[in-house]
């Protein structure tokens, strides 16, 4: 979505998909996204793909670094950028060396153009994470979290008719249960 002089790209790290686990398929999604918006393909993705296009393979092999350089570069072009990335703790690369190697290269490499917003479950490796690339850490309160769970459960068992069989003592069970076993977050 572009905003004015503005450019934002989202990720979300998903434990269901797993190309959406990795470093690399952050690194190409948020890639993928900017060049969209962009009227010119970068000359560097020109290049990466004038270099890779007589592979042998239907697959050519292109390096992950590779990637990433072609990201900063077009991170650090003109207008402000806004990159919000959801899940982290969701990576299945979050104990990997690469993962926290690969933040701190676009966080370092971007600012002050780029402005990061990057959620998380409150672990210790995932603030670690945060903290080494030079985030600040800022939680969110257990109990508005709960007060949003229950908000939505208890709208989604009123509204939805696939829910309609529970009546009022089911649904004050069925919120409170998992509103219980959410522990905020």
Same mark, same amino acid.
């Given at each position: 979505?572009?905003?004015?002089?503005?450019?934002?790209?989202?990720?979300?790290?998903?434990?269901?998909?797993?190309?959406?686990?990795?470093?690399?398929?952050?690194?190409?999604?948020?890639?993928?996204?900017?060049?969209?918006?962009?009227?010119?393909?970068?000359?560097?993705?020109?290049?990466?793909?004038?270099?890779?296009?007589?592979?042998?393979?239907?697959?050519?092999?292109?390096?992950?670094?590779?990637?990433?350089?072609?990201l900063k570069s077009c991170l650090r072009r003109g207008e402000t950028r806004y990159i919000f990335i959801d899940a982290l703790d969701e990576c299945g690369e979050a104990d990997s060396y690469l993962l926290?190697? *690969?933040?701190?290269?676009?966080?370092?490499? *971007?600012?002050?153009?780029?402005?990061?917003?990057?959620?998380?479950?409150?672990?210790?490796?995932?603030?670690?994470?945060?903290?080494?690339?030079?985030?600040?850490?800022?939680?969110?309160?257990?109990?508005?979290?709960?007060?949003?769970?229950?908000?939505?459960?208890?709208?989604?068992?009123?509204?939805?008719?696939?829910?309609?069989?529970?009546?009022?003592?089911?649904?004050?069970?069925?919120?409170?249960?998992?509103?219980?076993?959410?522990?905020?977050?």
């Amino acid at each position: 979505m572009n905003t004015h002089d503005s450019v934002i790209a989202y990720f979300f790290f998903d434990f269901n998909d797993v190309n959406k686990q990795s470093a690399e398929g952050l690194v190409r999604s948020l890639l993928f996204q900017l060049i969209a918006k962009l009227d010119a393909i970068p000359d560097e993705l020109q290049t990466l793909y004038s270099k890779h296009r007589r592979s042998p393979s239907a697959t050519p092999l292109v390096r992950f670094q590779e990637w990433c350089d072609i990201l900063k570069s077009c991170l650090r072009r003109g207008e402000t950028r806004y990159i919000f990335i959801d899940a982290l703790d969701e990576c299945g690369e979050a104990d990997s060396y690469l993962l926290p190697k *690969t933040l701190q290269s676009l966080f370092e490499e *971007t600012a002050p153009a780029v402005k990061w917003f990057v959620t998380c479950r409150p672990s210790q490796r995932s603030v670690t994470i945060l903290r080494n690339a030079g985030f600040t850490h800022s939680s969110m309160d257990p109990d508005v979290v709960d007060n949003d769970i229950q908000r939505y459960l208890s709208t989604r068992l009123e509204e939805d008719p696939r829910l309609a069989s529970f009546g009022p003592t089911a649904r004050k069970l069925i919120v409170a249960q998992v509103t219980s076993k959410s522990s905020g977050m």
